[in-house]
Structures are given as structure tokens and as C-alpha cells.
């Protein structure tokens, strides 16, 4: 066993390990492994263990190495959890299953208009920027429910959940807290929240996907 393949193995010990402390089903929670800047050679060992769910930051990065390896492995479900822009909206809706950053009305717009072109429907999410960083993307709290909306009503999207990324030297509890309000407000079921150094506070929060990354991988 590599060192991929055992830190793989103990981040779903971890995650079985959250779920039963905050009294969730076994299983309720989707790991999303985050293979962004690592080729096919470490992506390859962590398939192979049984894995079939990750997460790619840039449309490009992952253009160049997951269309051979969904190939091999058909059953590989590929989530955009990176900003997207709507120059590779085409591109984005080609190569992914979920595409968790739906952020501003321009992009619904360009994401609608490729799934009628192409007639290939990727799940979606809004990024729901909890912390207000001015640096990162997401829409604003505040406006949330009424994106969820729009995208519903406007542009024909079915929008399945929210995601965000809290600030780092916040205590991430309060925005899970605020992305699970958000949710139950816009009426959707997902959270996709929690990351390498926070996914155990993220599954008692009731997120039903984890972004882990360097914690399965290692170092970038």
C-alpha cells in the first residue's frame, strides 16, 4: 500500500468516524477527492482503491488528464469545485458531472446555454461566499436564495446544493452553520462543505460531500 492509498484509507476511517459522533447515517457523506495539480500516476492508485468521486479546480488542468482516465474508468464522477469562467463554460459542461461554483447570473446564462447545445446536463451547485472575502469567489450571502432562484426560474437550471469555502483563520462552525440555513431557505439538499483541515466540523454540520485534498494526496 502507498502512502496515497493509506492516507485514502484513513480520511473515509475519519469521515465513518464523524458521521456515527454527529449521528448520521453510515455512508451519508460523499468524499470528493481533490486531485487538482497531481497527474494520472498518483490519480491511477487512489482509482484503483476504489475511489470514483473528485474534484478538479481548473477546467484546463483537468481537460489535459481526466477525458483518458473517465475512459478507462466510466463510472468517475468529476466535480468543477475551482471559479469558472464563462469562456469555459463549453469546455465545463463537456467534462463534468457537477459543477459546484455557480456563482453570478452571467454564468447560469453561459451554463444554460451549452446544456441546451450539447443536451449534457452537469448536477450544479452555488458558491455561497460565507466569510464576505473580497478575494474569493461566491456569491453573497444575502443574495443567495434569490441566485438559487433565478436559476431555477430564469434559466431552467436545476440546482441541487450549496457550497463554500470558509475563511482560514475563522472558525469554520458559524459558516457551515450559515450554508445549511441558506439551503434549507432555497430548498435544496446538498452541502458540499469541509475540506482537508475541517471535513469532521463540516459532516456534523450535516455537509453530504467533503472537498478533501491534501490529506489523501499530500503536499502540493
Known amino acids: ?11 473515509r476511517n475519519r469521515i465513518a468516524v464523524a458521521e456515527k459522533e454527529a449521528g448520521r447515517a453510515p455512508g451519508s457523506t460523499v468524499l470528493i477527492a481533490v486531485s487538482k495539480t497531481f497527474g494520472a500516476d498518483d490519480i491511477i ?3 484503483q482503491s476504489g475511489q470514483r468521486v473528485f474534484g478538479e479546480n481548473r477546467v484546463q488542468e483537468a481537460m489535459g488528464k481526466w477525458p483518458a482516465l473517465k475512459e478507462r474508468w466510466p463510472d468517475i464522477e468529476l466535480h468543477l469545485i475551482g471559479p469558472l469562467q464563462s469562456n469555459k463554460a463549453k469546455e465545463a459542461v463537456a467534462l463534468f458531472d457537477v459543477i459546484q461554483t455557480v456563482d453570478r447570473e452571467k454564468i447560469a446564462a453561459e451554463i ?9 446536463e452537469p448536477r450544479l451547485y452555488v458558491q455561497v461566499n460565507t466569510g464576505s472575502e473580497p478575494q474569493k469567489a461566491g456569491v453573497e450571502p444575502r443574495d443567495a436564495v434569490a441566485l438559487v432562484a433565478r436559476c431555477r426560474e430564469v434559466h431552467g437550471l436545476m440546482i441541487e446544493g450549496l457550497m463554500c469555502i470558509p475563511p482560514v483563520d475563522q472558525n469554520p462552525g458559524p459558516h457551515f452553520a ?11 439538499e446538498k452541502l458540499s462543505m469541509g475540506m482537508s483541515g475541517d471535513y469532521e466540523t463540516a459532516i456534523a454540520f450535516g455537509a453530504t460531500s467533503v472537498r478533501v485534498g491534501s490529506a489523501i494526496f499530500g503536499a502540493r
Open 178 to 188: 450559515l450554508l445549511e440555513k441558506l439551503a434549507r431557505e432555497s430548498g435544496v
Open 1 to 11: 500500500m502507498n502512502d496515497t492509498v493509506a492516507r485514502l484509507a484513513d480520511v
Open 112 to 120: 444554460a446555454s451549452e446544456v441546451r447545445r450539447q443536451g449534457r
Open 45 to 47: 492508485p487512489v482509482i
